[in-house]
Structures are given as C-alpha cells and as structure tokens.
C-alpha cells in the first residue's frame, strides 16, 4: 500500500485527502488547523504532529498550500521539507503558484534525487468533493506515469501540460479565462434583469446561445439561478475571491515577464482587488455580481 503524506487541508485539499483514503492509500496529515485534521484521522488518517512527521517513510507527498510563499516556505532552505523527504520519493505540489516558483522547486528537489511535479487543479470544491478534479501536470511524463493513480483517486481530467512549471502556465491561463467569464455574466445578468428579463430565463437562453459559456452551465452568479452554487447560499465556499485575484495577479507578472498584452486579464484583476477593498475576499469569486448588481432580498428586484 502506497504510504502518501498531505499536507493542506483547506476548501480544497481537505476533500483531496479524503478521496485519497477512499481509494484505500495509506494517508498522514498535516494543517495547521487541528480540527480539520482530526476529522480525517476519525476517518483513518494518521494525524502528524507536523510537516516533518507527516512525510516521515511517505512515498509520496501532496501538498496543497495557498501561495508562492507558503510553498517555498514549506519546501525550500536548510529546514525545508525536501531535506526530511527521502531520495526517489515523489512529490505532487497541487498549489496555484508563480511559475518561477515551481521551478525553483523544482530544481531543488532534482538536486536531492526527489521526484517533483507541479500539478495544479481545475474544478472547485465541488470537483474536489466529487473526485472530478482536472491537473495540469507540469514535469516530466514518466514521472507522470508513476503519479497517475494518485491523481486518478482525485481527479478525472489528467493533462501532461509540458516541462516543470508547465501545469502552473497553464492553470494561471485558465484562471484568467474564468475570472473574465465570471466577469462578463454578471454583467449580462445584471442588464438583463435590470430591464425586466427573469434571471433563470436569461441565464437558459444565453446558456443556449452563442453566449454559452462554463460560468452558465455550472456556476451561474446569480442568486437563486442554480440552488447548488456559492451565489445561492450567500457566496460562501466555493473559490475565494481573495484567490482569484491571486491568480489574476500570478497571470499579470507572467504577461509581462513574456510581454504579453492580456488587457481583460488586467481589468479583472482590478475588479476582484476591489472586491477584496469592499471585505468581500473571504467570499465566493462569483460575489463579483454585486459590482453590477444582484436581487434586492425584499422585492426580487435589481
């Protein structure tokens, strides 16, 4: 039995987890919240005292973590994790970070004969909850091979997106994409219904329309469009808004190292750091439809 530390356990990395102990591996854990990690041990997680006890003879460590630096922070100098993880092991370093950062990562754990790919992740705590998630998996492809089950217990979508740093190119490119999807929804439910239009009748024809998009299928800003989503329970859980303007900041600084021009990635960034001015960062990233608008709670109304 595979022997896999975790080390993570917020919106996303706690459902993670607790796929990879369904699918019967042999799991340690660490958060820096006892209570979280108490729950998976109920369900028979060995719960770690720290980063350093959690991969103590892991073969594989997950990490899932909320920034750049925490990563560094977790992986790198004379403490770092790397120097307690043993030789041949394999690292899967499921966080949204800088592509730089990866790298270095990356490059560290090659030197101590660690095998590291950073694999970030598409599909929200839903898809976490549901093991539906998609990685972008940046590395080599045979280490990509030994990885597969691990990530075929979390997720259903698996793309090789190219060397290391890959997977982080391509996450912080999709992310961009959603935020301006999001973005441009909200707008449109916004207009709609500002003149009339009933807000699940628009949301359907757009959603069969030309306008179709991801946002419309499945996550509808909304209130009241779809009953599942965070727009429908006060935008809480779901994405953090404070993590989208991360990603939206990550997607910026690797535009402008390559010198891009990605003016719709730069407006949406401006928009979620309003939001974060407004105390709204704790908040579902859908909570951007109060930019433009959403339901009066006594009238129905815009």
């Not at 993570?8 to 607790?18: I, K, Q, T």
């Not at 006892?34 to 073969?59: I, K, Q, S, Y």
């Not at 991360?246 to 949406?268: E, H, I, V």
């Not at 960034?269 to 309003?274: E, I, S, T």
Request: proline letters at 5%; aromatic letters at 6%; one cysteine or more.
């Amino acid at each position: 039995m595979t022997k896999i530390a975790f080390i993570g356990l917020g919106h996303m990395g706690l459902p993670m987890a607790r796929n990879l102990l369904k699918a019967g591996f042999e799991l340690s854990v660490y958060d820096l919240v006892p209570e979280v990690v108490a729950e998976l041990a109920a369900e028979g997680a060995r719960a770690a005292n720290d980063t350093h006890d959690a991969v103590h003879d892991a073969e594989v460590v997950v990490s899932m973590l909320p920034a750049s630096r925490h990563v560094e922070g977790l992986y790198l100098g004379d403490d770092g994790l790397l120097a307690y993880i043993r030789p041949g092991s394999l690292v899967l370093e499921c966080s949204t970070i800088a592509p730089d950062a990866a790298k270095k990562v990356h490059q560290a754990a090659a030197e101590l004969g660690i095998e590291l790919l950073d694999a970030p992740v598409s599909g929200g705590t839903a898809g976490a909850a549901a093991g539906t998630l998609t990685f972008m998996v940046g590395g080599d492809n045979a280490v990509l091979e030994k990885a597969r089950p691990v990530f075929q217990a979390m997720g259903k979508n698996i793309f090789h997106a190219g060397p290391a740093g890959a997977g982080q190119l391509a996450k912080v490119c999709n992310n961009q994409l959603l935020a301006v999807q999001m973005i441009g929804t909200a707008e449109a439910m916004a207009l709609g219904v500002a003149n009339g239009l009933d807000a699940s009748t628009l949301a359907e024809i757009m959603r069969q329309s030309s306008g179709g998009n991801w946002v419309l299928e499945r996550y509808n800003p909304w209130p009241g469009v779809i009953d599942t989503t965070p727009a429908s329970h006060g935008y809480e859980g779901g994405f953090m808004s404070e993590l989208m303007a991360k990603d939206l900041g990550l997607a910026q600084q690797t535009a402008l190292a390559s010198g891009n021009s990605t003016p719709m990635g730069a407006l949406a960034l401006q928009l979620y750091r309003l939001l974060l001015r407004q105390g709204l960062g704790q908040k579902d990233f859908s909570v951007v439809q109060r930019l433009f608008g959403e339901p009066d709670n006594s009238t129905g109304s815009p």
